[in-house]
């Protein structure tokens, strides 16, 4: 994904491989002295700076460029993810080339524990020129102390603030990302050589086959975006369905999608909290994408809810991001909280599963489509890659870097096993035992 245009700052080929004074002022080490104690003598990417300082082969792609002291600011004044993420951002840090193959050639890069404190020690020397204050980007949402004044954790108000954020941007915005299915959501590939229009109308259809949906059921699909399960369910499957999301904007764009499409009268799209939910005797429910959003302590009240929306015998199925394991921190790292998903929260798949169990539902059935993802995101990236000019003039730059980032950070997450997407299929046992699946699983896609 080219986030940005070629840098017309980079330095040319005749620099030296390692290019900078001897020592800064006070006595401090150069800054190529810091990226290569940081780096390694063989760095897997170049990086250049504002000082001319070039460390690594200055012919090779991708690189990383330093453009000005303020990038040094943001990493000096908020360490690790979230500086350098705000010096991406601002445009004081860049990346000319792929900023998934950036993230993926530094991934590995781990330095010890010595040189750690070396760098520490190192850094005070910019101290006086770099600790001082710099703006935060507009996109950034407050700490998560901060939010506590906008309502509790997980609260209504909150809950709908923190989705407004992410989704009321603009919903051209994600029809240059996402493509004409509008699904904001891990496809599932049929094929290696599958579209991601194909996989994405594939991912519908296995949801609708494990829910055992036929002509005349009812469906709530909660957490819905812009209607794709939806509109999928009710003209493939024959269903009525009722799909309900915080983002305004959402809701707007799906129903005017499903009067187009001629469903209006057997389909609906609500701006509304799920749990306002008045109905209930559903044969299905789907939930794509919305347990991230819940919280682990919400998590029991959240299936018993859905529970009670269902008819003896109805299923759920629920498709979210997961930890993998269940005793990794439920909490998001700071960029992805403070960029992406304000107050996201992913548990492992045990936890889900037992949440289930413990909270009305049999749990019948879990599979996990982590590749999928990664294969994904990677289609989204190169959408926005072929659309970045249009993006930039539809939200603005730092929007687009941020999704830039995010989507090629968490693309490298589910390929080297930090996350994963796992579906599992629930069902409302009857009264007396009947669970009204077959004897094994028949949606044989």
Known sequence: ???????????????????????GAGGRPPLSALLTRLLGDDPPVTVTAYDGTVVGDPDAAPRIHIRTPGALSYVLTAPNELGLARAYVTGRLDVAGDVYAVLRAIDDVSPSMADKAWLARALTGYARELLRPVPIPVEEAPSRPRRVLHGLRHSKTRDSEAIARHYDVSNRFYELVLGPSMA????????????????????????????????????????????????????????TALGVTLSRQQAEWAQRDLAARGLAGRAEVRHLDYRDVAESGFDAVSSIGLTEHIGARALPSYFRFLRSKLRPGGRLLNHCIVRPHTYDSHRTGPFIDRYVFPDGELEGVGTIVSEMQDNGFEVRHAENLREHYGRTLAAWCRNLDAHWDEAVAESGVQRARVWALYMAASRLSFERHRLELQQVLGVAVGEHGDASMPLRPDWGV
Do not use: I
Request: with cysteine; hydrophobic share 35%.
């Open 184 to 239: 904001y959501t891990c496809a599932c590939y049929p094929d290696p050589a599958s579209t991601l229009e194909e996989a994405q109308f594939h991912k519908f259809d296995l949801v609708c086959r494990k829910l055992g949906l036929r002509p005349g059921m009812r469906l709530l699909d909660v957490g819905c975006g812009w209607g794709g399960m939806v509109a999928h369910a009710v003209e493939h499957y024959g269903v």
């Open 1 to 23: 994904m080219a986030a940005t245009r070629p840098l017309s700052a980079t330095p040319t080929s005749a620099r030296p491989r390692h290019h900078g004074g001897a020592s």
